[in-house]
């Protein structure tokens, strides 16, 4: 590719930016969009809604957003979307400084290298092969090979500067948010799985004298998890749906002072006439509880939740081993009950090992399979190949500026495309590997898809080229580091055109929101569900952390041996750092908290792009024959490891447990505070078994808010289109019942 | 390499082993050899001295010892000398019993199937080739390939069955060792490291105000851990001499009656000698304790010994984070008191990471360098390569008999001597690492010897054929299966005399103690030092657990290859069990405890073996070109993958920590008979930091023998060399004193 086709590349894409962005600070304005993009504002209902009046500013494409979303301070941020918010944007600040000196010392000094680094006579610019720009233009045994050699140095050294500093704020932040925050019941509770049964005494006892005979001092009380059979399934269907008209037909009658009697668009099923259901199967389900079918479900509980008294006690215990076999008595400290994944934790515990290494195993088979497209895609980078596949296209990839568009922008256009189905799966799996709470399962899809971009992005497109049949590459690890060094420059090209269209196309995408719009658009005005503008969705930490992370990797890779790169990326993240902000703040609304614990993830990630590059850069200078730039780089690399198994050591427990020390002052203020005893007194509502909506509403009546910290948004999270899928499940139900009644009564 | 060479092999070495055993047979009968041969009755002192009458009978060799060894009950054995022989002997009956069934069905089934292979006239069995009855002569696609394949279900699935078993059999002998033995201080005990300097507050302060605030209830006292300076390293070298002497001259005195004044057989120096420097030092010791100085050593004081009430206190405070840097007031379970390396805990905790990271190294760099000899040991393999080395001896390689012993016999003892080597730098790199406790170090040198031996004797041998430029075969991983498919075959010949020579002769050479018994002869009747005899080791199993589990990976790798290795690994097992247990009832005395820490180690080892067989097994049936029976080995494959993964979950916990159930019960139970006051009174005499003789002659007057544990021959244990040192250094330091003295006084 030469340095125009680039050029029209790159033009081609900043003309997209600014006119979606354009388009955003337009739509942004018009009332029946306020669902779509200030859905966070809308749930907390501090945003006071407009008047639906035209004015002509409202077709003016505005800044306004971008400096809304700059000024904002980190600790406002902190309070309204949560740490993992301010993590998130952490990962933003450390890109940009990075990538700003790695900028100022790859273009002023290892570009010019590049550039001059062959006897050649030089073309004009725009003319000149992209080739020239990359370290593939340093002849054999050059000295000019320091430039690179100290600017690998100078660039590993301020990454792990930035880096240790930016671990070292956010475990401060973490721990502020543990001690800082109102008293959580998680850190009160303790999930006991895998509890062993008894032939004499119910499950129920069992549980109480155990924890009365090893914990008595603590023990609070306990609450069992039940499985759900499926008259109860049925239950919890209909009252889920009830809920959800009920509210909606409150929160309409509140604001619009319309009628109450409201419709759903599609199935027109009067909302009232689900009452009837809840009251029967309410008071069906309390007579149950002296009934032997009860005791038997009992037999079958999964485990239980234990309450304690003080925090202190809930860490011990689910830090120490409770029985002499590890499989018995399995404790772990409780999620926060709106991260708990409760359909999880009626998987038995003993299941839950072959479930990750299925679903460990299942991933990886997905991993290679994924190579087909990947290779699908490469082979069209190749003009003359794709001429042999689509002979019909001949004529129109003759044209220069239709081979540019096909060479330069659409592989990665479908690449990024076939990248759409891999969030799904993977949050599939990680739900089928059994996490216990809704972060972990995030926290877990993220690591999956983590994986599978590095590989399926960068290292199956730098290795394979176009051809599937030199996989075996991936077979001689001791070939990798000069192999890669040799692919690593010619893969430039395509790689700057991913930042372009994949890096700079998704943050306008997601920031118009496309999907929600359209969603928008044709639930309001075609299928008149008004009230579908309360959904928000918490923020997809498990696609956009990966996509970050793995921008962060091109840079590095590519910063000595392609530095073309650099720009574009910085631009990607000063744009994504505001784009961003500014959904955070208005679109998506944290449903429980992760603490930060995406950090240590990201820290990982940013080392293993370090350690990368030195390991092309080594074999850059092995093929180059640098000796000593090698021996200085194996210095560095050994330099690297060292830091990052430091920054293990220093940090990372902070991110998996509570220290005594934090726990214990906790507990002493409540304590003297004198409110231990609310605390427990509203402990065993916090978790109710049944969906969120019920125990939320109850809970809000009795329970001070900030001790539960249930969210209103939480029960309206789910997309309409559940919605009408639980309508059509209760009515289907209620069929089903009606001819089951009918059966017995004949 | 011809049948008949391997029965000259297999001849030579059943003389040399029937020649040794009888040797010590009649060894053993000699008084004064008792030292040598029942070092650890004789420090227990219940073995009765014989008087030095001669008769005709001690020089007729006999097979009592066998009957005694083989009699003796496993609860006898663990009596006196401790679970972790139990368990080393567990492996030998595990492997008995795997290799019976190996040994039965590959003999009889897969023997003849691989020997009627290829359509052949057979020769006369003796002058046949070894390769005709390994797996290399069946043809390709043959059906008789099935029999392999069963025979594989038929090994895996009947070790895996007895792997459970023995796993829960030693799980539950673990546990009873825990909660049976009597009050054992390190249940009590907590190591701190780490701790953080105040500038206001003595060290001491701040450890109690410490844990006095955060575990105010179970805090009892604790005990600080100095680092010693110059003046109290000459103070104790000085005390440990002095003690050693009086020690020696009280029990020359009780025993022999003879005269107190006993001289060191080399040097010549008085005993009493040191009494006065003993008086001297003590005093001065003492009132440094208002010495400013002190006062500074205190700051740089690496650590504390934390003394808790109960058993729980101490399991609680061990494994939950302390501080909200993990960097500090880091906590562990301290070990048994004879168990604590004390050296290593003057090691600030802060370099412990970076001293294991540069071991690791280390190790893996003498790994790799190591395999010069092994390529050595295998190029003399090749008669005619070695005739072009050493054109002197072509005379004598031609001639049938010498060939034999160069090729069958020799390149095994070169590989062999090679090896003794590898133990005591592992041993340094295991001290070096940092490890809090001698059983600790001990496990890890074992670890690390097991990687070794794995890969140098097993894979470096296996691969590298004679040819060290075919090393960069180790760097294409996914051809290795049918690489090592090709190449196992055919080092048979080379693993079933290392068998013979390394196997056997290692028996014959443990049980004979030959550097011990020459090294008592020279002592006794050269340098006159009479009172060697008491000198007792404990087990070596750093050296003996991976030589047996070598021996097992050799037994699986090669059953369905080439089954003649089985009856010469069979005979090693039973041999090695009855050397093993007389070896463990009379000479080795236990030192410290591991409480059957090995078995996980020795299980993942087994559970590779079985891996890497079922791998080869694939490569074979690859080559083979029998697809069906490559899909069942996949399924055999993942079946032992999971079942490795299931053992793990349920059992290894149970080798890590200790749980909640069972501390709580022994506090219990000793705080309702009473004991518990009597426990705390001697929890601080327990640790002693002097080197351990003092502690115990101390203790002995005050503290209950159970509850300390302080062997008598602790301080023996020590080999005369090491005393010949001390001595020596003493004299040394003297020197130095008087001198600096007359300096001061100047």
Not at 1 to 14: P, R, V, W
Not at 54 to 81: D, H, M, N
Not at 84 to 103: E, G, N, P
Not at 337 to 364: C, E, F, G, H, M
Request: aromatic share 14%.
């Amino acid at each position: 590719m030469e340095f125009s086709a680039l050029l029209t590349s790159a033009g081609i894409n900043i003309g997209v930016c600014v006119l979606f962005l354009s388009l955003y600070s337009v739509l942004r304005k018009q009332p029946h969009n306020f669902g779509v993009y200030f859905g966070r504002r809308l749930a907390e209902e501090k945003f006071q809604r407009q008047d639906d009046y035209f004015s002509f500013e409202r077709l003016l494409p505005t800044a306004g957003w971008i400096v809304k979303a700059y000024w904002c301070t980190e600790e406002e941020i902190r309070q309204v979307a949560g740490l993992d918010s301010v993590v998130f944007l952490r990962l933003f600040i450390f890109s940009i400084r990075i990538f700003s000196i790695t900028s100022l010392v790859c273009i002023f000094g290892v570009l010019p290298v590049n550039y001059h680094g062959k006897e050649m006579t030089h073309q004009h610019i725009p003319a000149e092969s992209l080739n020239v720009f990359t370290i593939a233009n340093i002849v054999e045994e050059s000295p000019k090979l320091w430039v690179h050699c100290v600017a690998l140095y100078i660039i590993t050294i301020s990454a792990c500067i930035l880096l240790y500093n930016e671990y070292k704020y956010i475990s401060r932040k973490r721990l502020a948010h543990i001690t800082g925050g109102p008293p959580n019941p998680s850190h009160f509770t303790v999930l006991v799985r895998s509890i062993p049964r008894s032939e004499n005494e119910l499950l129920d006892d069992t549980i109480r004298n155990f924890f009365v005979n090893y914990h008595g001092s603590s023990y609070l009380s306990h609450q069992m998890i039940y499985r759900k059979g499926h008259f109860q399934k049925f239950v919890d269907r209909a009252e889920r749906a009830y809920r959800r008209f009920v509210r909606v037909r409150l929160s309409v009658s509140e604001r619009n002072g319309r009628s109450s009697l409201s419709r759903c668009g599609v199935c027109g099923v009067k909302a009232s006439s689900f009452q009837l259901y809840r009251n029967k199967f309410i008071e069906a389900k309390k007579s149950d509880l002296t009934n032997p079918e009860v005791v038997e479900a009992q037999k079958n509980c999964p485990g239980a939740l234990v309450f304690f008294k003080t925090r202190y006690a809930a860490v011990v215990a689910s830090q120490v081993l409770q029985s002499s076999n590890p499989m018995l008595w399995v404790t772990d400290l409780s999620p926060e009950p709106r991260d708990v994944y409760w359909s999880n934790l009626w998987i038995p515990y003993r299941q839950i090992w072959l479930r990750k290494l299925a679903t460990l195993a299942a991933s990886v088979v997905f991993m290679f399979v994924f190579i087909i497209p990947v290779a699908f895609v490469q082979s069209m980078m190749q003009l003359e190949q794709l001429k042999k596949m689509f002979p019909n296209l001949r004529g129109l990839l003759n044209k220069s500026f239709f081979a540019r568009v096909v060479t330069g922008y659409l592989p990665s256009v479908v690449l990024l495309l076939s990248l759409y189905t891999v969030p799904p799966l993977m949050m599939l799996f990680s739900s089928i590997e059994g996490s216990i709470s809704r972060s972990g399962r995030k926290r877990s899809a993220c690591l999956k898809i983590l994986f599978f971009t590095v590989w399926n992005v960068f290292f199956v497109n730098v290795l394979s080229g176009s051809v599937l049949n030199q996989l075996n590459v991936f077979t001689r690890p001791k070939d990798m580091p000069s192999m890669l060094a040799e692919l690593v420059p010619k893969q430039a090209t395509f790689f700057i055109t991913y930042v372009l269209t994949s890096g700079w196309a998704s943050l306008c995408s997601e920031i118009l929101q496309v999907y929600n719009l359209v969603y928008n658009f044709f639930s309001k005005f075609i299928c008149c569900c008004k009230q579908n503008t309360e959904y928000v969705y918490s923020f997809p930490y498990h696609t956009e952390v990966p996509k970050v992370l793995l921008f962060n990797l091109l840079g590095f890779t590519f910063s000595i041996m392609a530095p073309l790169i650099l720009p574009f990326l910085l631009v990607y993240f000063c744009l994504g750092y505001l784009v961003y902000r500014n959904q955070i703040l208005n679109v998506y609304y944290p449903k429980y908290e992760m603490g930060g614990k995406l950090w240590p993830i990201m820290h990982n990630t940013i080392v293993f792009s370090l350690v990368l590059t030195q390991v092309i850069a080594l074999g850059v200078f092995t093929i180059k024959h640098a000796p000593v730039a090698t021996g200085f780089t194996i210095l560095l690399l050994v330099g690297t490891v060292l830091f990052n198994e430091y920054c293990r050591h220093r940090f990372s427990r902070i991110f998996e447990a509570y220290s005594a020390q934090d726990v214990i002052e906790l507990d002493r203020d409540d304590e003297q505070s004198g409110r231990m005893h609310e605390i427990h007194q509203h402990l065993l509502d916090a978790y109710s078994q049944t969906p969120p909506g019920e125990g939320s509403s109850r809970a809000g009546s009795q329970v001070p808010i900030e001790l539960i910290m249930e969210d209103p948004a939480q029960e309206a999270s789910e997309s309409s289109q559940e919605l009408c899928d639980t309508v059509q499940e209760v009515s289907d139900a209620i069929n089903e019942h009606i001819t089951e009644e009918k059966v017995h009564s004949v």
